[in-house]
């Protein structure tokens, strides 16, 4: 057994944290998407209306922000606490500012590389804690808030 399992819910004996996991994340993502767009849509006249020549630009700039600050301060974006979700690092915290900043930097990795995210979407529908690539590498994982421990 590595350190990590020592702190992080074993998906065997408490298969609770997990449950639904995937599908929370996507019903997040959808949340998240549609108001970091809402977010582009009321910083645009700010702009200048220039912003809707580089609007993809622009939603990637605002959803990495969103992503970190949200995370930092709460270990969940504003979807994932919609769909009752929130990360652990590989200790069982709640993810700092750095951790937010590395798991947000490796999502945009993800999503801009599409095996990736092909890759990052197999492991959390057949990995046992639901984890996507990033996931993996930093040794985070999303859980059901409603089960913490």
Not at 15 to 31: C, D, G, H, M, N
Not at 41 to 51: H, R
Request: charge should be neutral; glycine fraction near 6%.
């Amino acid at each position: 057994m590595s350190f990590r399992d020592f702190t992080l819910p074993d998906p065997d004996m408490q298969p609770e944290f997990y449950s639904e996991v995937p599908t929370k994340r996507l019903i997040a993502w959808v949340v998240d998407m549609i108001l970091i767009a809402l977010a582009c849509v009321v910083i645009l006249p700010f702009t200048a209306f220039t912003g809707i020549f580089f609007f993809p630009f622009l939603m990637l700039v605002i959803g990495f922000i969103y992503r970190v600050v949200t995370l930092a301060t709460g270990s969940a974006t504003w979807g994932m606490r919609f769909a009752s979700i929130e990360f652990r690092d590989r200790t069982g915290s709640r993810f700092d500012l750095g951790t937010a900043f590395l798991h947000t930097l490796g999502y945009h990795v993800s999503l801009s590389v599409f095996p990736l995210q092909i890759l990052s979407i197999i492991l959390m529908l057949t990995s046992s804690r639901a984890q996507g690539l990033t996931d993996h590498v930093i040794g985070s994982v999303a859980i059901n808030k409603a089960a913490r421990y």
